[in-house]
């Protein structure tokens, strides 16, 4: 058993913790980190860099046939009820996380030239960086309690993503709207 296995849940972590930290940041020291892009964008891509080389090592590992690996912790009991946390990497999760955090990193690249001039910069990194970490999460999780709420994160930072302009003007309804009459729907 090759150590990189021991250290595979940094994958999911590395980006989440970069989440917080920047988090953290904006909801404590406000202006003064929304006013450092450049070295939260190092920060942000670095950690998840950091996690694709590691995704590239445990594919590379699994390619060289080692077994699928499973780390369970008992996270609450209660009599005969057990509740589990962990994490797995066999052939396909290796593949997955490969994909995942290649695109990720990508995809904050382009991010920085194309939020370059919006003030919610640093506040979009940090979405980008918690969608980031639920996906990794969802994709090495090992039982369905995991991926549900793995699942419901991915769909909250989707929201978050989704609804980030939500005071811009110009993304509100256009004057197409339709409206109800006598004879069905008709533009308005």
Excluded at 10 to 18: D, K, S
Excluded at 45 to 67: D, K, N, T
Excluded at 85 to 96: C, I, N, P, Q, S
């Amino acid at each position: 058993m090759e150590p990189i296995y021991e250290y595979a849940w940094l994958i999911p972590v590395l980006p989440l913790a970069g989440a917080m930290i920047l988090g953290f940041g904006l909801i404590s020291f406000g202006k003064t980190v929304a006013n450092m892009r450049r070295s939260s964008a190092i920060f942000i891509v670095s950690l998840l860099g950091a996690a694709m080389v590691l995704s590239f090592a445990l594919l590379w590992s699994q390619i060289q046939g080692h077994p699928p690996y499973t780390h369970i912790i008992e996270w609450a009991a209660a009599g005969d009820f057990r509740l589990t946390m962990g994490y797995t990497v066999d052939h396909l999760t290796a593949m997955m996380l490969v994909i995942v955090t290649t695109v990720a990193f990508f995809v904050m690249i382009y991010t920085d030239g194309y939020m370059a001039h919006d003030p919610g910069y640093v506040r979009f990194y940090a979405y980008l960086s918690l969608f980031s970490s639920s996906m990794l999460g969802l994709v090495v999780s090992p039982n369905l309690l995991q991926v549900y709420v793995f699942w419901e994160l991915v769909g909250m930072c989707s929201y978050l993503l989704i609804g980030f302009w939500y005071d811009r003007r110009e993304s509100g309804p256009s004057m197409g709207y339709f409206t109800a009459g006598q004879s069905g729907w008709n533009a308005g």
